[in-house]
Nanobody, 122 residues
Framework: QVQLVESGGGSVQAGGSLRLSCAAS????????MNWYRQAPGEQREFVAR???????AYADSTKGRFTIYKDNAENTVYLQMASLKPEDTGVYYC????????????????WGQGTQVTVSA
């Protein structure tokens, strides 16, 4: 089993920055993508950013140019650097690992973290 633990959330003013971390409890044998999603109160969970096992990245239009996703393989951690934050960035941010295989020939699974709150005030 794998646990994904997010941290780094908090309250900031508009224009500020935060860095979120998603630490996996163990190394993956392989995986497809590591993703960040967010969910505002009363809204559906939405995609924020992704990084593939080879380091390719993709972003939602609303976060492109302001957010940066990157990973530290040695620490089994994925980061989301958020800059120029806006009130509409407020929500619970979740880390997700897609098509994770923990050992050769093992099953592919999806894992979610418990979320970390980000609040951006005007």
């Amino acid at each position: 089993q794998v646990q994904l633990v997010e941290s780094g959330g908090g309250s900031v003013q508009a224009g500020g920055s935060l860095r979120l971390s998603c630490a996996a409890s163990r190394r993956f044998f392989t995986f497809n993508t590591m993703n960040w999603y967010r969910q505002a109160p009363g809204e559906q969970r939405e995609f924020v950013a992704r990084i593939t096992s080879t380091g390719s990245t993709a972003y939602a239009d609303s976060t492109k140019g302001r957010f940066t996703i990157y990973k530290d393989n040695a620490e089994n951690t994925v980061y989301l650097q958020m800059a120029s934050l806006k009130p509409e960035d407020t929500g619970v941010y979740y880390c997700n690992a897609l098509n994770v295989v923990l050992y050769a020939g093992g099953p592919s699974r999806v894992y979610w973290g418990q979320g970390t709150q980000v609040t951006v005030s005007a």
